[in-house]
């Protein structure tokens, strides 16, 4: 069954590109898709731009409204995603663990909905 | 059938958890299972009585419920391919079919216990769920024993399943990783159900003892299931040891009495002597842990002859090496009592004083009725019973539970001097 897993976390706890662990973390995130491909698990996935490049969008009242900035302002901010297809709750949990940026934030995980 | 008038109620004890544990694994949903379970015990429950009871109950019951679970999915779409399974097997078996190994039996209770207490659940959903599908308490029962309205309880167990349900939360054998992993969190809600029922915080009573009962039916069964685990038996001694003291804790009038002042030949000395014998089991697997050594402080008291013969420097020791592994603000108050019997009042004023001191402990023992009552108590042993008033006082302001409440309103009354 597909389950979401929603990565967020504080930018400023990651390596970033002009640092010293920059490489090694990318290689992380490529043998961590590659393993999820290889057993066929991999739905999807994306890694989004910066909370500063958000923009959000309301209707209200037929109005619509635009807002710069994501829809909740936080620390730790959704950085990207995957889509998975696996047997049941404990084998997403163990993926979701897997996830490099798992030790620097949260990732979410929930069903996604099968409609009848 | 037997003509033996055997009551359902007789079996339903081993037998709930047994049934439901196999169902799980046939039709692979816990509500269905529960559903199905529940229908053939109040089937057995009109069958029985006039018909007499099966020779082998078991066989009779999950029979009956795989038939209930098989209409249940006729009706429902949603679970169409586990019928033809299950329709498979019931059209194959026959009645003395119900039968499996003893070691299906033990995996299939350990998978729906480790499953109740899946970390995915929130604590009190696992203790819900713990109760009602391992023990076979009812929504009401359950909810009378944590103080909240039947139908927030219906909600609780109806949300933790819909989530077992949406995220197909695995009730399968756990693998020995897995196992213990998973361990700590089932004692830590069995011990909490007792704790509960030894000292309850909101009932009337001090002692809720059907609560207790439980507990150790819990513990009991985790102990068959795993049975060399060091800290499950330690649990289930810890429990059995500290409820062998249930008749004396407590007075006619329902009363707290102290521990120095309970009637030792009402303790329960065949209770004591399994709780020995557990605990003794388990020191075999030469690993420590918490239960085992709470446990050991059980038995000092349990097998001292009197309150002043107990080895109080035994016990000392031990609560020192429960604080090294993980200090608690209760431990440090259970420590410093120990301590001023060991070593006088004074000591005892000198230890309470140092983790009042404690800044994390400081705001969590000021809401402690226990923590002001043992000062009180240690004062009025040293004659300054304005001061041990005060503490009494303060015990009160943070007591909840009536009982409590009554005996601490006691001591005020025999501490303070008398009215001109």
Redesign the interface.
């Known amino acids: 069954?597909k389950?979401m897993l929603m990565l967020a976390s504080d930018p400023s706890l990651e390596p970033t590109p002009d640092g010293p662990d920059f490489e090694a973390y990318m290689g992380e995130w490529a043998a961590y898709s590659a393993a999820l491909e290889e057993i066929g698990a991999l739905v999807g996935g994306e890694a989004l731009q910066g909370a500063e490049t958000a923009t959000t969008v309301q209707v209200r009242d037929g109005e619509r409204v635009v807002t710069d900035g994501p829809f909740i302002e936080s620390k730790e901010v959704l950085g990207g995603f995957y889509l998975i297809d696996v047997?049941?709750?404990?084998a997403?949990?163990d993926w979701a663990a897997r996830i490099p940026n798992a030790r620097f934030g949260s990732v979410e995980v929930r069903?996604v909905m099968a409609f009848? | 059938m037997s003509s033996a008038r055997l009551d359902v109620a007789d079996v339903f004890r081993d037998e709930w958890p047994r049934l439901v544990a196999r169902l799980v694994r046939d039709v692979g949903d816990v509500g269905l299972a529960e559903d199905a379970a529940q229908e053939a015990f109040v089937e057995a429950a009109r069958r029985w009585p006039e018909r007499g009871s099966p020779d082998v109950p078991a066989a009779w019951l999950l029979t009956t419920a795989r038939r209930k679970a098989i209409d249940q999915l006729r009706r429902s779409k949603r679970l169409t391919d586990r019928l033809a399974d299950l329709v498979v097997v019931e059209d194959g078996a026959s009645v003395a079919d119900g039968a499996e190994t003893p070691g299906d039996l033990v995996d299939d209770q350990l998978a729906l216990l480790l499953g109740c207490c899946h970390p995915a659940l929130s604590f009190d959903a696992q203790v819900a769920l713990t109760l009602r599908i391992v023990a076979g308490l009812s929504s009401a029962q359950i909810a009378r024993a944590f103080f909240v309205s039947e139908s927030t309880m219906t909600r609780r167990l109806t949300r933790s399943k819909s989530k077992i349900r949406a995220t197909n939360l695995a009730f399968t054998r756990p693998d020995v990783a897995t196992l213990h992993e998973r361990l700590p969190a089932v004692s830590a809600i069995i011990y909490s159900i007792f704790t509960e029922g030894h000292a309850s915080a909101n009932a009337p009573t001090l002692v809720r003892g059907d609560l207790c009962d439980e507990a150790i039916w819990l513990g009991t069964l985790v102990h068959q299931l795993v049975p060399d685990d060091p800290e499950v038996s330690g649990l289930l001694a810890l429990m059995l040891l500290i409820d062998a003291r249930r008749a004396t804790r407590t007075d006619e009038h329902g009363v707290p009495v102290r521990l120095a002042a309970q009637d030792r030949t009402g303790w329960d000395a065949a209770q004591i002597s399994t709780g020995i014998t557990t605990l003794a089991n388990a020191y075999g697997a030469r690993r420590g842990g918490p239960y085992q050594f709470q446990a050991a402080i059980a038995a000092l008291h349990a097998t001292a002859a009197t309150f002043d013969d107990t080895d109080w420097a035994a016990i000392v020791r031990l609560y020192e090496v429960l604080l090294a592994r993980q200090p608690s603000a209760v431990l440090g108050l259970n420590h410093a009592v120990a301590v001023s019997q060991r070593d006088g009042m004074a000591a005892g004023l000198r230890a309470l004083e140092l983790i009042e001191r404690h800044e994390p402990f400081a705001e969590e023992l000021a809401d402690y009725p226990y923590f002001h009552s043992a000062r009180g108590e240690m004062l009025a042993a040293l004659n300054r019973s304005s001061e041990a008033v005060s503490a009494f006082d303060q015990a009160l302001a943070a007591c909840t539970n009536e009982a409590e409440r009554t005996h601490l309103a006691v001591r005020i009354r025999e501490l303070s001097p008398p009215n001109e």
């Open positions: 069954m389950f047997a049941d709750l404990d997403a949990l069903p009848e």
